[in-house]
């Protein structure tokens, strides 16, 4: 993640499309309130302390990374991919999309910036969101009016599906598997649109029930 004079170095030279981009992923925030542990979110309660009445009465704090996080810890550049959609480069903190980049696309980079906000930071903070997806998911996806979700988290962790998927793009966790579904759920996409890799044609006879 930059300081904040590098991040004010990179912006004051940014391109206008660079720019857009930066603002257009601010925009796609909410949508991460869960990996941030922010009040409201599934991963919240996790954090919070309550009183005999179950009333939650603030959380714990929490380290620098995750209490200080904004999107000014990365530079973003649109630019266009002889191989690739977009990616998200950690030694340079660095999101890079396509100009005009599909918002499957810039969420899914997206989901990379925010797992490597945890990069240095004990694992279990990774096992809370992991697990807050997986509890909230597991109910909400069928496959021929079953549930389906555990079917495809047991596919997804065979070595030769994780790591066909690793040589042709690089870290696709299951908390990315199952963070790129929540965002699917909530974007009103087709399972595996985010994800990508052909997981849309993949996961075709899947279907989802939406938060109440």
């Known amino acids: 993640m930059l300081s904040e004079k590098d991040f004010f170095e990179w912006y004051s030279t940014a391109a ?19 990996m941030c542990f922010r009040k409201g979110s599934i991963t919240y309660r996790s954090v919070a302390f309550w009183d005999e009445n179950g009333i939650i009465l603030g959380r714990d704090e929490l380290p620098e990374e995750i209490e200080t996080f ?35 696309t810039i969420i899914h980079e997206m989901i990379h910036l925010h797992e490597d906000v945890y990069s240095d930071l004990p694992l279990f903070y990774r096992d809370i969101v992991l697990w807050a997806l ?20 047991t596919n997804h962790a065979h070595i030769i599906n994780c790591g066909s998927v690793y040589e042709n793009g690089g870290d696709h ?26 997981r849309e044609n993949k996961f075709q006879g899947y279907f989802y029930t939406k938060s109440e």
Do not use: W
Not at 71 to 89: H, I, T, V
Not at 179 to 197: A, E, H, N, P, R
């Open 70 to 104: 904004n999107y000014s810890m990365f530079r973003y550049k649109a630019q266009e991919q002889d191989d690739c959609l977009g990616y998200f480069d950690h030694s340079n903190s660095l999101l890079c999309v396509p100009k005009n980049a599909e918002d499957a």
């Open 134 to 153: 997986y509890t909230d998911l597991k109910d909400r996806i069928f496959k021929d009016g079953k549930p389906g979700l555990d079917g495809i988290l």
């Open 173 to 198: 966790n299951l908390l990315f598997l199952l963070k790129s579904f929540d965002l699917d759920i909530k974007m009103g996409f087709q399972l595996g649109t985010v994800f990508g890799y052909g």
């Open 16 to 34: 206008p499309a660079d720019l857009a981009l930066m603002e257009k992923v601010e925009g796609f925030g909410y949508l991460f309130d869960d």
